[in-house]
């Protein structure tokens, strides 16, 4: 689960990370509201207006302006919410911009003396440990820096059994060429960003740029944070960071019923239970001469309800010109899904593309006579070759 900036950076100066203060906005007049109490606080007349969408690059996109004033702030954020920002990340449909970060100048004017890092944390699955990785060359170019000098990046693998060792930490500070308080900071800073990555059960925590003041003081000046969404359940309080206006619509829907859906951009939808099989189904497509224009897997526990649900969510998507189900009845009873199909063809009605159903395993011969005799134009296939021909054959009938 993505969450926005501010929300990472709240959770980034919980466990004692030093962080661009700032307090998101969703409309010019509480930014100027805000800025002025910004004003009040900090003693600064600068501030940093950044656009709050789940992607990065928004300073390509015109999503991260300077306001000078605290009227400047209101007239940049009054721009800036509403906006359909485009950014490397977004491609070129963008995102709308519903909320405004107002954040503290953490740029002393004239200072020639601050330095910007890279740093962030992920997990190597191949190894089973996690990785902390770093530059020097921290900015909105760091994709650069990884393409033209990769001997820049460094990384340090973290072992989760032991966590991250001081003199891992003395390592990273001193190949960033701190010292003295700066030294003593990033220790702070690095513990800090660990601690948070392991307690909210993170999958990234990538901060970009982390700011070396000409004081010395080591900041978040940005925040990506991703949750694993397998381990929500023990944390309820981020569960409820999440913004359903920054996902797909269709994805939001398809979680109402527990299907695991992801949109893509061909021309046949698939019904499939099982992630493996799921991809199977997707290469088989590709053979047929076609593309799959989703992922969708149903569970285990397919039924009546989600079968429908899956129907309504596939058929959304205009570019769907044939629609293949491929259960395997193992957990669930093929004839149970058959059933579904039949039920669910019927409550949506007339559905004007191919629909090509292979129901294998339990009860595999009762689903195909139900399918069969079902009066509908549903078409029923019992290998995986066979319902490949039939999917080539829908398509080229187009």
């Known amino acids: 689960m993505n969450i926005h900036e501010f929300q990472g950076k709240s959770l980034l100066k919980a466990y004692n990370v030093d962080i661009q203060?700032?307090?998101?906005?969703?409309?010019?007049?509480?930014?100027?509201?805000?800025?002025?109490?910004?004003?009040e606080k900090f003693g600064t007349g600068y501030f940093v207006v950044k656009a709050q969408i789940h992607a990065g690059g928004r300073g390509k996109g015109g999503g991260?302006?300077?306001?000078?004033?605290?009227?400047?702030?209101?007239?940049?954020?009054?721009?800036?919410?509403?906006?359909?920002?485009?950014?490397?990340?977004?491609?070129?449909?963008?995102?709308?911009?519903?909320?405004?970060?107002?954040?503290?100048d953490v740029y002393y004017p004239g200072d020639a003396k601050h330095e910007e890092f890279y740093v962030s944390l992920l997990l190597n699955r191949k190894s089973g440990r996690y990785v902390l990785m770093y530059s020097s060359e921290g900015g909105m170019d760091i994709e650069q820096v990884a393409e033209k000098t990769p001997g820049l990046i460094f990384t340090e693998e973290i072992s989760p059994l032991t966590g991250l060792q001081p003199f891992q930490a003395r390592k990273i500070a001193f190949k960033l060429g701190l010292s003295g308080t700066a030294f003593k900071n990033m220790l702070k800073f690095l513990e800090g960003i660990y601690e948070t990555f392991i307690s909210c059960d993170a999958q990234l925590l990538e901060i970009n740029p982390v700011l070396k003041t000409s004081d010395d003081r080591v900041l978040a000046v940005?925040?990506?944070?991703?949750?694993?969404?397998?381990?929500?359940?023990?944390?309820?309080?981020?569960?409820?960071?999440?913004?359903?206006?920054?996902?797909?619509?269709?994805?939001?829907?398809?979680?109402?019923?527990?299907?695991?859906?992801?949109?893509?951009?061909?021309?046949v939808g698939c019904m499939v239970n099982g992630a493996g099989l799921a991809m199977a189904t997707?290469?088989?497509i590709k053979l047929s001469g076609g593309s799959p224009a989703n992922f969708l897997d149903v569970g285990g526990g397919a039924n009546k309800d989600t079968v429908e649900a899956g129907f309504r969510i596939i058929l959304k998507d205009p570019a769907v010109k044939a629609i293949l189900i491929n259960i395997f009845g193992g957990i669930v009873r093929c004839d149970r899904v058959?059933?579904?199909?039949?039920?669910?063809?019927?409550?949506?009605?007339?559905?004007?593309?191919?629909?090509?159903?292979?129901?294998?395993?339990?009860?595999?011969?009762?689903a195909k006579e139900i399918i069969d005799k079902s009066g509908l134009s549903v078409i029923s296939a019992t290998s995986f070759r066979e319902a490949a021909e039939k999917v080539g054959a829908a398509l080229s009938s187009k």
Do not use: W
Request: charged share 25%.
């Open 338 to 366: 058959a059933n579904g199909v039949v039920e669910a063809y019927k409550s949506i009605g007339e559905i004007k593309v191919p629909v090509i159903v292979r129901l294998q395993g339990t009860n595999a011969t009762e």
């Open 222 to 267: 940005d925040c990506k944070l991703i949750l694993d969404d397998n381990a929500l359940y023990r944390h309820q309080e981020l569960a409820q960071m999440r913004d359903i206006n920054e996902e797909d619509p269709v994805e939001v829907e398809a979680g109402k019923y527990s299907l695991n859906y992801v949109r893509l951009d061909g021309n």
């Open 64 to 104: 991260v302006k300077l306001a000078k004033s605290v009227d400047e702030a209101g007239i940049i954020a009054g721009r800036m919410l509403g906006m359909n920002l485009v950014t490397p990340q977004t491609g070129p449909a963008g995102r709308k911009v519903n909320k405004v970060l107002i954040a503290q």
């Open 21 to 39: 203060e700032g307090f998101v906005a969703e409309t010019a007049d509480q930014a100027v509201m805000i800025a002025r109490q910004m004003q």
């Open 282 to 284: 997707m290469d088989i």
